[in-house]
């Protein structure tokens, strides 16, 4: 095993907290049913780069969204994906610290990525890769191959971690070694049986 690639939503993150989800309802002036079905109908479209942050945050509003507004909407986003799992952070960081390869694959567009990319713990990660700005998502396993090209890696020596079991199978499908993401600490014991 030469690289361990991380997702980063609800592997590194917390899950987007509703209050946070909750204020940007109220933010885009809906209802945060409407908010919620309109925020994850179009985020993978979001995700894929084939909208802007003015297409996404309007078809959100379901009104045009641009300006203050937008740049609010945007930060408020970041911000919601931007609190840490303590306990994965911190095997992140004995990870890095004793010199393991690791690497990052997130589905995120490239506002919240640039986002993401001055948090410290991420930051930390040498090679990161998001699917805005690759024209790919998870789990389509022509951007698992894409990654372990840009890192001159085999797939097969690639363990990749995602909450997600389509991603993880997606991984799979290209060659990787899938671990399915549940905890801190089944990760650590996963990652040390593999070592």
């Known amino acids: 095993m030469n690289w ?7 592997v590194l993150s917390l899950a987007q907290p509703a209050a946070d989800a909750e204020a940007m309802a109220r933010a885009a002036g809906v209802g945060p049913a409407v908010f919620d079905q309109r925020y994850w109908q179009h985020r993978l479209a979001f995700d894929a780069g084939s909208l802007t942050p003015a297409d ?9 969204v641009t300006g203050a507004e937008l740049d609010g909407l945007i930060a408020m986003d970041v911000a919601s994906w931007a609190h840490p799992d303590e306990g994965t952070v911190a095997l992140l960081d004995e990870l890095l610290t004793g010199g393991r390869d690791v ?3 997130s589905n995120a567009p490239a506002c919240v990525a640039d986002g993401l990319d001055e948090l410290p713990w991420i930051a930390a990660i040498p090679r990161r890769f998001y699917s805005a700005r690759m024209g790919l998502v998870k789990p389509d396993r022509k951007i698992y191959e894409e990654v372990a090209r840009e890192l001159g890696a085999d ?4 363990v990749f971690v995602d909450d997600r079991p389509e991603n993880v199978a997606g991984a799979e499908a290209a060659g990787m ?3 399915h993401h549940t905890g801190a600490e089944a990760l650590r014991e996963a990652l040390r049986r593999r070592h």
Request: hydrophobic fraction near 50%.
């Open 103 to 105: 690497a990052l694959l």
């Open 4 to 10: 361990i690639l991380l997702d980063y939503g609800n």
């Open 177 to 179: 070694t899938g671990v």
């Open 155 to 158: 797939p097969a020596d690639v």
């Open 56 to 64: 996404y945050w309007s078809l959100v509003a379901g009104r045009p």
